[in-house]
Structures are given as C-alpha cells and as structure tokens.
C-alpha cells in the first residue's frame, strides 16, 4: 500500500556556504517503503550531517541506507561530498598491506564477503571521471561497489562504452551512458518497483544554468485499473491494484540550480494523471525590503527587486519569485525553497516573530507565494537543514479532489497561539506594500486553507500538513508537510510534538 514520501534536508545554501546554520547542497527522498534512501545532491559535509540529525536514534536515517544518488550538476557545492559518502556506504576493503592478524588484513581467518554494488550514481558528464580520479588518487579501497551512469546531452561524448574494465576504480561497476530522447529528455532512468505499491519511476531533463545541470522527475507510474473485482482474486494483487487505483500518482520535482527550468515542464505534464505534489526549486537571492532590513544587513542599500533578479539570472539562479512563478506554471501543490544564499542564515530554532533572520524567511516564503498563487491556499516554505516534508498519499473521494490538483492540503500550526501574535507578524510583514488577503487563519478559507498557516512565536516552523483521509504512517509522522528542527535543546513547552531528541549545539548569538 502506498505510504507516505519522506524528503529531508540535509543541505539548504548555495555556493557561498557552507555558514554556520546551513550546510551546501543535498537532500534525500524515502519513497520506496523499503528503508532505502535516494539522495539528491551531495555537497561537502553531508556525512556529517546524517550524525548531526537532531532526532531520536530510531528515527534519524542512516548513511548506509543510500543506494542511489542523483547529481544535478557538477558544481562543488553539490558534489564534493561524494568520495566520503561513497567511503562510508561501501565500506574498508581489507588491506593487502597490513601484517597477518592485523585488524584490516586480507589475511585474517575470515573470508570477505563477497562485494556486492551497494549504490548506483546518475549524474552529468565528467561525474564518472572524477568519481574514479578521487577514489584512485585518496588510495581508497573497499569492500562493496559502486557505479555511475551518465546523462549525456545531445552531442555529449559517450565513456562508458569506451571504458575498459582495467581503468575502473577497483570498486567500480560499469555504469551506462544515458542518451536523451530527440526532445532532450531521460526518460525512466530508474524504474523502481516497490513492495505493494506502483513502482517509482526517475526522468530527468536539461535546465539553464551557468554549466549543464539537471533536474529530476520523481514520480509514481500510474496504477493500471483492475481487470477484475472478482471475490476469487488474491488479496495482495487485485486488491492492491485497487488500493492504487484509488490514490492520485504523486511526483516530485527536484531542480537542481537553475535560472529557468522551463524545459522540464513537457515532461512534467506529459502524464494528466500525476499531480506535482511538490516542488524543490533553487531559491538562491532575494531582495529583503527596507522596512524589514533597514540597516542593509543582506545586501547593499542600493539593492532592489529587479537588481537581485538580474543579478541572479546572470548568475543562473533564481530570486523566490522566480521559483514561485515556475511553481504555478507546473500547477504545483507544494513549493519548498532551498539553495538559499548564505546571506540567509537560517533561524535559530524557536526564532520569534521579530527575529530578523525569521522575519527574512518569511519575506522569501511570501514573495514566492505571491508569485505562485496556489489554489490549494498553500504557501511557499524556505527550508533549513534537517526540515522534513512529508507527503502523504492522496485518495481519490468521490472525484472531488479534482479541482485542486488533486491533494488535499490542510496545513496547521501544531500550537497554539494567539492571533494577536499572528496578527502583529502579519502587520510587520504587510508593510508598506499589500499582501493581500490573509489565508484563512483559523478558519476554513475553503478546502486546502490554511490553518493559522504562520510561523509562530517559539515555535519556528512547525508546519503540519494534514490530509483527513491518508493512512498514518507511524514510522513517518503524521503531516504531510512536517518541519522538524528541534535541535536547539531548548524545551519548547508550546510544542505538541516532543518526540524527538533534543541535540544541543553551540550557536553564535542572534542579534539581527
Ligand atoms: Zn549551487
Ligand atoms: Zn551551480
């Protein structure tokens, strides 16, 4: 049966990081049920951040739990974790060298497992070289495999083909050149099948970027209708096909850097059936107004809107606007903003509403969600490192789902907290130009409204998403769009969620 879909990040700013409250590029995705990881991106640094997850032992996930990397493009900021992922994952072959009976000798009493390819690597042009070039040259030998399969634009010189097993790293498989379709596609790079569920299917596609970079289409196959109702079929096939037959194909858009990814959106549409349940769009600058940061504290005074727009798609990157406007051209459900400059630092944890990095935050959110518009009453959210989204599968009921994009959307602040704070947050924030109507805080505000959709004093982002008719996954939690970053050890007696372990961590003192 379907369950839910798990992204957390790990890496939230740009090439001007890592600071202090971000680390660079990388996600990873739990959609196969299985307890295996997909990661997308692998900045420098990643390992680390799988120890410093502030969560309990038994939820935080697991480096090992890996088996498949997307690489988006080959900036360091997104690939330099690689070679330590790779040599935590793969594990220490034993040592030719080491004297018998040494820990690490190939000449211990026990034979070696036999390896086996513990993890595959999709990326661009030169990941395959430079994988090889690293392990080689860092002497690393291990005991399991791995392999990488690249995506070759048109006209991109195939090596894969021309490779011969002796160049290969010792814990190298051969991996595959992928050509694009004519329209410039990968189609179903990956096909996934899951246990009692549509298998999940990777495509990919070209975006505009300062170098060649990609962006990735995570989707669940649309479910084929049951031949059959027959009381005699077996409860595991038909009936399963039925329970997918019921839920609403989700996908996952992952964009790695980008000016304008609108060369995805053929392949993103080309299937009616699956809605964008969320967007992961590059959010790397942004205009902060003067009467937020009065005193220029992300950026010259001279800075403005149209400044930064420029100034980003010079670069090949995007302002939240930009990421918000992508975001209801695809008819997205969600929109999660990360590659945020590393002027942004994050919050600290428990921010309250007049904290100026928060209140930076929530600038960037509204400024995408103005742009987007989503009909679903949902708004834009600027991740910070260790933020979950959790989606969860969509039932079809009675075909009313139809008119939103199929998800149901309630997003709730999981405490309590007194409009009078919402209401002065929304005041600070409307000046000097209009927001527009405020979604309906605390009320209906139609299906898919928010519910008191802010951050909120001493609460920093805990959103909860909340579809009243999908499955709890235990293992999960139970929002679909759960932010989790209680890593500040303090207590937050407003919170209604405390399972996770607190983590305590040195911070630099918040002052702007
Ligand atoms: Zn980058
Ligand atoms: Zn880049």
């Not at 839910?4 to 660079?24: D, K």
């Not at 160049?167 to 596609?185: A, M, P």
């Not at 005074?301 to 980003?312: G, I, Q, Y």
């Not at 090949?316 to 400059?341: K, Y």
Request: hydrophobic share 30%.
């Amino acid at each position: 049966m379907s369950t839910n879909i798990v992204v957390t990040f790990l890496g939230t700013t740009s090439g001007g990081g890592p600071i202090e409250t971000r680390n660079c590029s990388s996600l990873v995705v739990d959609a196969i049920g299985d307890g295996s990881l997909w990661m997308v991106d692998c900045a420098e640094g990643t390992v680390r951040q799988f120890a410093q997850q502030p969560l309990s032992s038994t939820q935080r996930l697991k480096v090992n739990s890996v088996n498949r990397i997307f690489i988006t493009h080959m900036h360091a900021d997104h690939s330099m974790g690689l070679i330590t992922l790779l040599r935590n994952i793969l594990g220490f072959a034993p040592d030719p060298h080491a004297p018998p009976g040494f820990v690490g000798s190939s000449s211990n009493s026990r034979p070696p497992k036999p390896p086996i390819l513990k993890v595959e690597i999709y990326g661009p042009v030169g990941l395959r070289a430079f994988v090889r070039t690293v392990l080689t040259l860092t002497h690393t030998r291990s005991a399991d495999r791995y392999c990488v399969n690249e995506l070759l634009m048109p006209g991109g010189i195939p090596s894969a083909s021309r490779d011969v097993p002796e160049d290969w790293h010792s814990s190298e498989v051969g991996g595959r050149d992928i050509l694009c379709s004519d329209d410039g596609f990968w189609r179903e790079i990956v096909v996934q099948e899951r246990d009692r569920s549509t298998p999940i299917v990777v495509s990919a596609g070209p975006i505009v970027h300062r170098d060649p970079c990609i962006g990735f289409v995570f989707s669940e196959q649309s479910p084929r209708e049951p031949e059959s109702t027959s009381n005699t079929e077996s409860q595991t096939g038909p009936a399963q096909n039925t329970l997918d037959c019921a839920t609403i194909p989700r996908t996952l858009v992952i964009l790695g850097d980008t000016s304008d990814p609108s060369a995805l959106i053929p392949l993103i549409k080309e299937d009616a059936s699956r809605s964008v349940s969320l967007l992961i769009h590059e959010a790397t600058d942004a205009y902060i107004p003067h009467h937020i940061d009065s005193r220029g504290t992300t950026g010259s005074k001279s800075r403005n809107h149209e400044t930064v727009r420029t100034k980003a798609i010079a670069k090949g990157h995007s302002t939240p606007a930009m990421a918000g406007a992508f975001a209801r051209q695809i008819g997205a459900e969600r929109l999660a903003l990360n590659h945020i400059g590393s002027r942004f630092p994050a919050p600290p944890p428990h921010a309250g509403p007049s904290n100026f990095r928060h209140l930076c935050m929530r600038e960037i959110e509204h400024q995408a969600t103005r742009a987007w518009q989503p009909i679903n009453g949902n708004r834009a959210v600027a991740v910070s490192d260790f933020d979950r989204i959790v989606i969860p599968p969509v039932f079809k009921s009675s075909g009313d789902v139809e008119g939103m994009g199929g998800s149901e959307v309630v997003v709730a602040v999981e405490t309590t907290v007194s409009l009078t704070v919402l209401e002065q947050l929304e005041e600070v924030m409307a000046e000097p130009h209009s927001h527009g109507p405020a979604r309906g805080r605390g009320s209906s505000g139609g299906r898919g409204g928010w519910r008191g959709g802010h951050r909120q004093h001493g609460q920093h982002g805990h959103f909860r998403s909340h579809n009243r008719q999908h499955q709890h996954d235990s293992t999960a939690g139970e929002g679909s769009i759960d932010r989790k970053r209680e890593h500040s050890g303090r207590h937050d007696s407003a919170s209604t969620t405390n399972s996770s372990q607190h983590i305590k961590r040195p911070r630099r003192g918040d002052d702007q």
